[in-house]
């Protein structure tokens, strides 16, 4: 463990801070023109007066963010201790860090990252051999902004797909090289989105896209239906033949993949981000239709192995925390399905490795792990390190070691070897940071919430913090489509922990952590449970003195930006600090763009109907900013997020600078040639980190 270095921090209870001597009444942003564009939804009219502000590609609003990075930038680079923070980060950052490791045909590969590498370097070895450099996504770009977004290799591990992503947009370029010589066979497949690779013998492979957008620009344009391709190596990509989807069968959302025995091609259809329809197509017959197995979007359904002709379906029909059955190929009718692993109380997930297959439970948020044949006979239950999340990395069938990774807020992320034969698991890589997790302790509470629901948060600190209500906290959720947030390690969070700060992550409504029910409690006409849970988790901390209003931040992006957003209008008076980052916050025109209609399932629409439409517009960010007292904000996009588009954020920012009726500033930090998160470089994401960590700590009156 190296050894490790605290900088000291003060909490200035009385004297001169940044924020107190900054004028921020006076802040220059800019004059932000206002239009009369109004949009009527049944008997209401509503103005949307920075309707213009989503154009992209117009010259006022690129001048306009022009302006708005100038304004945030001047207020950061006064603050005097950011660049001491972006230091701090540098050095803990600058560790090796490792991907779990994966066997194709005679090599073992796996992503490696020597500390400060913009991206990671993915690498093979054989065994007693040196390793080597197989691709560098390093030198794919100058600004290290290009990113490595998956590898699919051929069973033969002979040939293998890789996808990149340009300025972190989810519209991907797929390029297929010789694993042996590291060659490019074939042209590059362009305009590729929303997509895995899966391989057909050493021929081709399936893949999905969208048609590009004819209305609005490519990043901000609607993308509506999926379609899945077929693309036979060495002939153009506009020969590809369509497989699935189309005008025949619409699909806002198609994925496919083989069995490992490649007999059959399984296809996964949705129109929305939750439930899908189930096909499958037997490839061992010349000429096999494309057979439904479930033809109705109510549940989730996947085939995630196959003996022979038996199918391993996991799915949630009539089992809302997720079961395994199985069912004949040949006769695949729900009626005639078979319970496997039953459903328990907690929620599962489902991974195969080595002829077994490994469930993956969630006890309050954190990971318990089984392991059962193929016979549904439980074998091992996996020894953990500690209470925190395990991630299993599937293998094929005749592997009997497999790898995962093990992590919590206070135990960084290391990787794991693990023998199907025993059960038992070894360390394969450690990586060495400056943190000590012995002198941090890592919580789990219960509060209630609202209508007095029973929420489960994880309050992270440094052993022996007073509790007097002045500790320095950082409020992050997400709380819908679904996602589970359990324990993960943040080097970032180090700046925080070290210096007496607190971290609190609860699991709101509207996430996966109780399955399904759980998910469906928070959303369309439920969705105000999620800002109910995460208002009750800040009073919590409050309450019990970890903080105060005074020394509170609040954080969540995406969806989790939606939170903020909703939280800051709702409860103006909560929070010293706020951060929603790409969030969703017109909701009433989220799903005229990209592939936001799909969101529909959790949020609903204003077309729905008029009492889904008040809801939403009740709500909405954007919508329900009124002239107030709002928090220190700053919000976060990019210029090329093309899942939630910037627009949302730079309206929301222009009118909560227009409504702020207080003295704490409201900035808008635009990143260049990045998208929703994915793929930034380390460079991007420590400077980003440093501003915010800088502007929490300005406007709590922090010195260092």
């Keep these: 463990m190296k050894k490790l270095i605290c900088l000291p921090l003060a909490v200035l209870l009385g004297g001169s801070t940044f924020a107190q001597t900054m004028n921020l009444k006076t802040l220059p942003y800019p004059a932000t023109k206002k239009v009369d564009t109004v949009d009527k939804y049944f008997d209401t009219t509503v103005p949307d007066p920075y309707r213009w502000l989503e154009n992209d590609h117009a010259t006022d609003t690129k001048a306009w963010v022009q302006e708005e990075n100038k304004v945030t930038r001047a207020y950061l680079d006064q603050i005097p201790y950011r660049d ?66 998956g590898m699919d290799f051929t069973k033969d591990g ?73 693309h036979q190596l060495g002939t153009p990509q506009n020969t590809d033949k369509l497989v699935f989807g189309g005008e025949q069968t619409p699909r806002r959302y ?48 996947s085939v995630v192995d196959n003996v022979g002709s038996k199918l391993y379906i996991y799915t949630n029909l009539y089992a809302p925390n997720h079961k395994v059955v199985t069912v004949d190929a040949a006769n695949p009718k729900i009626t005639l399905w078979k319970d496997l692993i039953p459903q328990t109380k907690n929620a599962l997930t489902v991974t195969t490795g080595g002829g077994k297959l490994f469930a993956e439970y969630l006890q309050d948020a954190t990971s318990f792990v089984q392991q059962y044949n193929m016979d549904g006979k439980l074998e091992h239950t996996v020894e953990l390190p500690g209470v925190g999340t395990a991630a299993i990395y599937g ?148 309450k019990n003195k970890y ?27 909560l929070c010293k600090v706020a951060f929603p980052a790409v969030g969703v916050m017109d909701m009433l025109r989220y799903n005229k763009f990209t592939a936001g209609a799909g969101w529909a399932y959790d949020y609903g629409t204003a077309e729905d109907s008029p009492e889904m439409f008040a809801y939403l517009y009740h709500y909405s960010p954007y919508h329900a900013l009124k002239p107030a007292e709002y928090p220190a904000t700053m919000v976060t996009t990019a210029d090329h997020d093309d899942r939630v588009v910037p627009a949302h954020s730079f309206k929301f920012a222009a009118r909560l600078q227009e409504m702020q009726k207080g003295t704490a500033p409201v900035l808008i930090r635009i990143e260049t040639n990045a998208g929703h998160g994915a793929g930034q470089s380390t460079a991007q994401v420590i400077n980003q980190q440093a501003d915010k960590w800088a502007f929490m700590f300005a406007n709590m009156g922090i010195n260092w």
């Design 254 to 301: 198609i994925g496919a993949y083989l069995t490992e025995d490649e007999r059959y091609l399984v296809i996964t259809a949705a129109n929305s981000t939750t439930g899908n329809e189930l096909y499958i197509q037997d490839l061992s017959q010349p000429n096999s239709s494309i057979v439904p197995i479930v033809n109705n979007f109510d549940n989730e359904h």
């Design 547 to 573: 903080t105060s209003k005074d020394y509170l931040a609040i954080s969540g992006g995406s969806n989790g930006g939606l939170l903020i957003g909703a939280t800051m209008t709702q409860r103006p008076d």
């Design 395 to 542: 293998t094929r069938k005749n592997e009997k070691q497999l790898y995962y990774t093990f992590t919590s807020y206070i135990y960084p992320p290391t990787v794991f070897k693990y023998d199907v034969n025993t059960g038992k698991s070894v360390v394969w890589k450690k990586p060495d940071v400056q943190f000590d997790p012995n002198l941090y302790e890592s919580k789990q509470v219960f509060y209630k919430s609202k209508d007095g629901t029973r929420i489960p948060m994880i309050i992270t600190y440094k052993k022996g913090i007073v509790l007097n209500g002045h500790n320095p906290t950082m409020l992050y959720a997400y709380g819908g489509f679904g996602v589970s947030l359990t324990p993960a390690f943040s080097t970032s969070n180090i700046v925080l922990l070290e210096h007496g700060g607190v971290y609190a992550v609860p699991n709101l409504r509207g996430g996966g952590e109780y399955g399904e029910t759980w998910h469906k409690a928070g959303t369309k006409l439920h969705k105000q449970n999620v800002f109910d849970d995460f208002i009750a988790a800040a009073e919590y901390l409050i």
């Design 84 to 149: 001491a923070i972006r230091k701090r980060l540098e050095v803990l950052w600058n560790y090796e860090k490792f991907g779990a490791p994966m066997i194709e045909g005679d090599w073992t590969y796996y992503s490696r990252n020597s500390g400060l590498q913009n991206q990671n370097v993915v690498y093979r070895q054989k065994p007693g051999q040196e390793p080597e450099v197989f691709l560098d996504p390093n030198t794919f770009s100058k600004d290290g902004t290009t990113s490595l977004q």
């Design 158 to 230: 002979s040939l293998v797909a890789y996808q990149i992503s340009e300025g972190g947009s989810d519209w991907r370029k797929v390029i297929v090289l010789n694993a042996a010589t590291k060659s490019q066979v074939g042209d590059t497949l362009r305009d590729v989105k929303f997509s895995g690779i899966a391989w057909k013998g050493n021929e081709g492979f399936y893949y999905s896209s969208y048609d590009k957008p004819k209305e609005g620009s490519t990043l901000s344009g609607m993308t509506q239906y999926h379609k899945l391709y077929y």
